[in-house]
């Protein structure tokens, strides 16, 4: 009897998505391999380093063996700082029981869609956004719902278009402040109007899923305001951040949760034991004393400023060529401009509309910018797609870092000024690479 073909990988996985951040890493290696420089402004990576007190701290626990298995909720020690900070900054009183530290801020993302919905159920979710909210949808089975944000309202979320989307099968609802990819900081009154919706259209068992990584880097004086902190709310919550963009510490990777009950911080915990044992307890230690420095707040201070002034002379610089409009982000530290009249006079809408259907499928034209820039313009930035595509047909935008130096990113924009001007080189792009590279 002949064996039974099989495919090799279970159908879901290629129901997984991936975040382009890193994705266009090899095209990046490829034009560097070329003997081309790249200015990269595709990864949302502060340039500047760990604290050197954050430093002697894991070397010293280093040092000291602390290297070993440890609890897998988390160091109680780092869970009693991060409940000090709920209190200081959200004036929430927090048990360290309902904290579970993860290996940096994605897993709650992907592990709260696991845990809380079932196959049918709605998360509804930011987009433009984070990649890995829409993503992980589709790997679980759940129905995507994405909460569209506007140019013209600012990138904020609407209470209107929220209760517009909230249904009986709703389970998880996403929100970001400030936002990655726009930039977009929530006033008081805003989140007031979104806990007034959700409290009103949505059973206790909903439960609100707030990103907050870049809570420390706002802009003009704001202040970040978490809707944990408004009434009715906290039980209902689950507060996220970490330690990759404050501290500048992306690859150590410590990030966390706040649950609203000590059982689901238990259930969360059975996921660390499943997946990771524990978190690496030295790196835990450092992140304590990164809560606890009396120097943190004024390092803090200091990496806001350098990131105010760099996206005040970008965007001036941005709005100032053709074709291009960029609202001033409130937070984070990313720029997200309009390229909507760039495609128009490059001629790019016109050839995405030529391509054939299965390359069209697989990129849009602020995607085919995007790598028409890196390859023959040699400056590496992110489609709008890159952030949620259900939806996204005709927005045409791209993202930017800052987290570089400034004469990184003005380097950047000229590099995309002249892709703008290359109508010639876009043209040949198109008909030499399109196949290739979209």
């Not at 402004?41 to 430093?55: A, H, I, R, S, T």
């Not at 004393?289 to 400023?305: C, F, T």
Request: glycine share 8%; hydrophobic share 40%.
């Amino acid at each position: 009897m002949a064996l039974q073909i099989r495919s090799l990988f279970a159908d879901r996985i290629g129901q997984l998505g991936t975040e382009n951040a890193f994705k266009i890493g090899p095209h990046i290696v490829a034009v560097e391999n070329s003997g081309k420089k790249v200015v990269r402004l595709n990864l949302g990576e502060p340039d500047f380093n760990l604290p050197e007190y954050v430093k002697d701290e894991i070397k010293r626990q280093l040092d000291l063996n602390n290297t070993h298995y440890c609890d897998p909720k988390g160091l109680l020690s780092l869970r009693q700082a991060i409940a000090k900070q709920m209190q200081s900054m959200r004036s929430l009183t927090v048990s360290p029981e309902r904290i579970v530290v993860f290996p940096g801020g994605k897993p709650s993302i992907g592990f709260c869609q696991e845990v809380y919905c079932n196959r049918g159920d709605e998360v509804i979710y930011p987009s433009p956004g984070f990649p890995i909210y829409e993503s992980f949808t589709r790997y679980l089975g759940v129905t995507p719902v994405p909460m569209h944000l506007k140019e013209e309202h600012g990138f904020s979320v609407s209470a209107d278009e929220l209760s517009r989307l909230i249904t009986e099968k709703t389970k998880l609802i996403i929100l970001n402040f400030p936002s990655n990819p726009t930039g977009g900081v929530a006033t008081l009154e805003q989140l007031e109007a979104l806990a007034d919706v959700i409290k009103r259209k949505c059973s206790p068992e909903v439960r609100v899923y707030s990103d907050e990584i870049y809570e420390y880097i706002t802009f003009d004086g704001c202040k970040h305001v978490s809707i944990a902190s408004l009434p009715g709310m906290e039980q209902r919550t689950i507060i996220s951040s970490g330690f990759s963009k404050t501290f500048a510490w992306t690859g150590g990777r410590i990030g966390y949760a706040v649950f609203p009950t000590e059982e689901e911080a238990n259930v969360f915990k059975n996921l660390n034991i499943n997946y990771f044992s524990c978190i690496p307890p030295f790196n835990q230690e450092g992140a304590r004393i990164a809560l606890e420095h009396p120097q943190s707040p004024a390092v803090i201070e200091k990496m806001v400023a350098t990131f105010q002034h760099r996206r005040d002379v970008i965007v001036r610089k941005l709005n100032e060529i053709d074709g291009i409009t960029c609202l001033t982000p409130g937070g984070a530290f990313y720029l997200f401009p309009n390229i909507g009249g760039v495609c128009q006079k490059l001629g790019v809408i016109d050839a995405y509309d030529r391509l054939p259907a299965a390359i069209r499928q697989r990129t849009s034209p602020s995607g085919m910018f995007q790598m028409f820039a890196l390859y023959n313009h040699q400056v590496a930035v992110m489609d709008r797609n890159s952030f949620g595509k259900i939806g996204a047909e005709g927005q045409h935008y791209l993202r930017l870092s800052s987290a570089s130096e400034l004469s990184v990113l003005e380097e950047g924009v000229k590099r995309i000024e002249a892709a703008i001007q290359d109508k010639h080189g876009f043209a040949s792009f198109i008909a030499d690479r399109a196949a290739e590279l979209l």
